[in-house]
């Protein structure tokens, strides 16, 4: 019996872990819900009006509005289009300007526009020199296509 | 000479060469390093950040090789046994260090960039998850009575090491708020050739410090389990000395 004890245990061991590690993976994979892109929200259906949801796209250039603390402008993500009207506590961040890869955190009003109540930005992951005098340009690459 | 003068000397080699590694790789992060055209200034912090994260994620594995040994050890060899422990508590603390760092400056930095300190997507949560395990498990040792701690905290340890590899692959299986791998991500990734060296002095500084803060101690908690063992001996004499 004690020569035993020890198989036991390691077969308990790999058993927990074999099932968390599955748990994990196939739970986040499932859901992939920390954001959604402008196609996968007009795929939604009905439940885009019920949620609170994150949206991610590229700033369209010109389109943004500022009132206040607020703003309003147009996401573009894969030749879509999605307008965004921000009102929250506190202004937009610095990072937020033209083509910048952002993701306004709200809900889908029935009108078409994503009310938000929070903004946030997306860095890159690639790293370059700036030019000498020039401002942090904020991340302006093309969002991904969705995996 | 004597082992432990020569242990010492070399030590002592290994701490000053290691805070050389780190002065240099400070200029080099700090005010050799082009400043970064997306980001600016800020992005120096990738320097201290990525550094501290990689090595959060190597020192719990010297943890659970130390209590896998002295899970096996604990009754054929309680002695060796004991050495195992006393590395694996090392790696434990050093890996609160490196996890504590990297979460802090990555919330800094999410801050100056994203415009938020902390959201709960797959890479940051699975973080903290791995940051309270290793806090966890050294309050188990603290808390838990005298001779059952070492073999609560290697069988802890074991499981806490799950999530090591989920923290890794994190970035790469999900959709989430932390950018994608910097390096080995495929197209729109990677560093300028110009930021390597920076990059590469911080690793391999940050991971000498590493390397001496678990020796060293290592070397503190084999001297405690020494007195502790000198103690119980005295006692077990003076105990005897009772009877006659």
Redesign the interface.
Known sequence: MRGLA?IKIIAA?LL??AT??WL??TG??DT?S??CTIGELSAMGNKAYTRNLRVAGNVQPGSIQRAGTGASFVLLEQGRTLRVNYQGA?P?????KDDAQA?AVGTYGRDGVFHAT??????????????SG????????ML?P?? | MRRSHIFGFIALVWFLLTLTAIVYATRLALFVAPTEATMGNVQRIFYYHVPSSMLSLIFPYVNLVASIFYLVLRRRDPLRALTADALALAAAEVTVVYSSISLLTGMLWGRAVWGIWWTWDARLTSMLLLWLLYVSYLMLRKLSATGQSQTLAAVLSVFAAIDVPIVFMSIRWWRGQHPSPVFGGGADTGIDPSMMPAFGWNVLAWAMWGVFLLVFRFALERRRQASEQDAALIAIEASLEIAQ
């Not at chain 1, 937009?92 to 937020?96: A, I, K, V």
């Not at chain 1, 020039?134 to 690459?141: H, I, K, L, R, V």
């Open positions: 020890p061991t927990v872990l968390v590690g994990a993976y986040v994979r992939k920390y954001y506190e937009p961040p610095d990072t937020f993701l929070q903004l946030q930005a997306k860095c890159a992951s690639k790293y370059a020199p700036a030019k020039e401002a942090p340009s904020g991340n302006t690459a991904a969705a995996k």
